[in-house]
């Protein structure tokens, strides 16, 4: 972008595509906006009117809200703590030499590649179910009592398959740079008298620390919206125990065709995501620069 | 204190024999070089000594104790990487604190043994900077400041000059060698520059293919070469190598003559030839050529005779400093 001419030839250029991504937003956050101030259900059609805050007011003191900011909260930081530290783990184990390397590694890879919903309903039948599953017949083979996990813990249940399913996208991008340590600084450490331990904090950690911020960034973008596990396994239930802010914006909608009330729900969503963003990029974006 | 002893020392990947057997002694406060060309196994006969790789058979005997199976950081040396491979994330303080961090030592203690090397070294404005601001001099030295302050019994470069040009190269050599002077600790060095092992070295190890070819002094390799490849790789430019006839005039069957002892003339010599390219340094200008039924030679001159490309020249090597060899390229004295 040397001169002038060349400048605005490529501002020419880019203008379709900067319009096109401006409309695809423009227009729904626009409408979006438009019926969370309309009072708009379904159920009654051809009767929308125009009813200020009330949808904020009411779905803002709804009690089902204050526990859906819980579980999603929940499930970004629960799901992102198991990852990041059986990420590292698994990146470390998997950075050794070994029989079948290559094998072991796209094994590990495999439930990234596996549609949410599958992987949920696997979970909920194979593993999680009481009567049928793997957790019941193990349970059962030592003489206990089969543990209903999506009824009693439904949450707990939830971060464990978001994080199965994360795990090796954390695992992939952590066991790369780990590799892209040098290994004349592991020898020099290493000659420094710095055992196995002391290596991982003061080497290897410091060393990952970029590729840990990439981790928490990404899959906080993905893991304030998770949605499928919900809907396949728990339907939010019991109650609203599993219910985050995207699966409550769903019921809403489609639940109880409150188009305005889903509508100030996501706008409420969107807002609050912009905070969470605001803080994660304050937070780590200092990591990111250095 | 640092002396250092291999006996039977081998190292096998695989099937391939990197380093046959190898027998050395280092005495304490020796400037030892290993040299060789690449792949000779310099760099792995460093490694095993700095317990980087485990030796297949053999024993390393580091002040009298057998530290063979001893892991790296208990067999008291210190190591200056090619890469310098600080640690890029610590300011200079803590990069050249770490050793003795980890080795549990008091913080006031820690403190002045940094400023202490940083002194030496030239470092103190830099230590709070990151690695990554320093220059490749600047690394170098840090790197080296790392090694000095746990007080090894000796200490290992690894081709430490490789990385900086060639106006820095010659400084740092310089600095290394005032080091040595000052704290008079073993060290042993790795290259593959004859240049660097013939000005630092006060004992020269000249490896090739996993053998020791010679050791000596820089002066005892130049002058009592033991065999051909010693003869080549010792000197610059290289040795010319002349067999036939003219070596079997010295009862030899390989002659070899350094271009500085090539005496040239206008007008009468042993051997005749023409110029093909000449080099003119200044100080010196060095000529290869082309002569009749030897093949070309190479001669160091004086920066004041005058030839050009194509000329006539006549060249006499001295007679007091032709190295013979017989027919296994081993020196006949």
Not at chain 1, 127 to 141: C, Y
Request: hydrophobic share 50%; aromatic share 8%; charged share 15%.
């Amino acid at each position: 972008m040397a001169t002038l001419h060349t400048r605005s030839a490529a501002r020419l250029m880019i203008a379709p595509s900067v319009l096109l991504l401006l409309a695809w937003m423009i227009v729904p956050l626009a409408l979006t906006i438009y019926f969370s101030l309309l009072r708009y259900n379904l159920l009654m059609p051809g009767m929308e009117e125009f009813a200020g805050l009330t949808n904020y007011t009411y779905f803002l003191t709804d009690p089902a809200f204050f526990q859906a900011i819980f579980n999603t909260l929940a499930i970004v930081i629960g799901v992102l703590f198991i990852t990041v530290v059986g990420g590292i783990a698994l990146a470390l184990l998997l950075d050794q030499q070994m029989f079948g390397q290559g094998i072991v590694r796209i094994l590990v890879i495999a439930p990234f590649l596996i549609m949410p919903t599958v992987a949920a309903l696997v979970w909920k039948n194979m593993f999680m179910n009481p009567v049928n599953g793997l957790f019941a017949w193990l349970a059962k083979l030592v003489g206990l009592q089969p543990f209903d996990f999506l009824a009693n813990a439904p949450l707990f249940s939830i971060i464990l398959i978001v994080a199965w399913q994360w795990l090796p996208f954390a695992t992939l991008i952590l066991l790369t740079a780990l590799q892209s340590l040098d290994e004349e600084q592991k020898e020099a450490a290493q000659m420094d008298g710095a055992g196995a331990w002391s290596r991982f904090v003061y080497l290897v950690l410091p060393h990952l620390s970029r590729a840990i911020t990439v981790v928490i960034l990404i899959q906080t973008i993905f893991l304030l919206s998770v949605f499928a596990e919900i809907l396949v396994t728990t339907n939010g239930g019991p109650g609203t125990q599993s219910t985050n802010l995207t699966f409550l914006v769903y019921a809403q909608a489609l639940l109880q065709f409150d188009v305005g009330g889903a509508s100030a729900g996501g706008i409420i969503a969107v807002i609050l995501a912009n905070i969470v963003a605001f803080f994660l990029m304050r937070m780590i974006g200092k990591t990111l620069e250095a | 204190m640092g002396s250092i002893t291999l006996k039977n020392v081998s190292k096998v990947f695989g099937a391939h024999a990197v380093i046959p057997s190898i027998d050395l002694d280092i005495h304490d406060g020796e400037f030892v070089v290993f040299v060789g060309p690449s792949g000779c196994g310099k760099s792995t006969l460093l490694r095993l000594i700095a317990g980087l790789e485990d030796v297949s058979d053999g024993e390393i005997i580091i002040d009298g104790k057998n530290t063979t199976d001893l892991p790296p950081a208990k067999r008291g040396l210190s190591m200056v990487f090619q890469s310098y491979a600080l640690y890029p994330h610590m300011s200079v303080r803590s990069n050249i604190a770490f050793p003795l961090k980890m080795a549990g030592e008091d913080k006031a203690v820690i403190d002045k043994k940094v400023e202490d090397a940083a002194r030496v070294l030239n470092l103190t404005d830099y230590l709070d900077r990151k690695p990554r601001q320093l220059s490749g001099g600047q690394r170098q030295r840090v790197a080296i400041g790392r090694a000095i302050v746990r007080q090894p019994e000796a200490f290992l470069f690894d081709e430490p000059l490789s990385n900086l040009d060639a106006a820095l190269r010659v400084n740092m050599r310089l600095e290394i060698s005032q080091l040595h002077q000052q704290l008079k600790t073993t060290m042993i060095y790795v290259t593959h520059d004859q240049v660097e092992a013939m000005t630092m070295a006060d004992k020269i190890v000249v490896l090739n293919r996993g053998r020791i070819e010679q050791v000596g002094s820089p002066l005892d390799l130049y002058h009592k070469p033991d065999n051909l490849f010693v003869a080549g790789f010792i000197g610059s430019p290289k040795m010319n190598f002349i067999s036939g006839a003219s070596a079997a005039a010295h009862q030899a069957h390989t002659i070899g003559v350094r271009p500085e002892h090539l005496v040239l003339s206008k007008d009468q010599g042993s051997w005749r030839g023409t110029v093909g390219v000449a080099e003119h340094l200044g100080s010196d200008t060095f000529l290869h050529v082309n002569a009749d039924g030897i093949g070309t030679l190479t001669a160091r001159v004086s920066g004041d005779f005058a030839v050009t490309h194509g000329d006539q020249v006549f060249l006499t090597p001295d007679p007091q400093r032709v190295h013979r060899f017989d027919e296994k390229g081993m020196a006949i004295r």
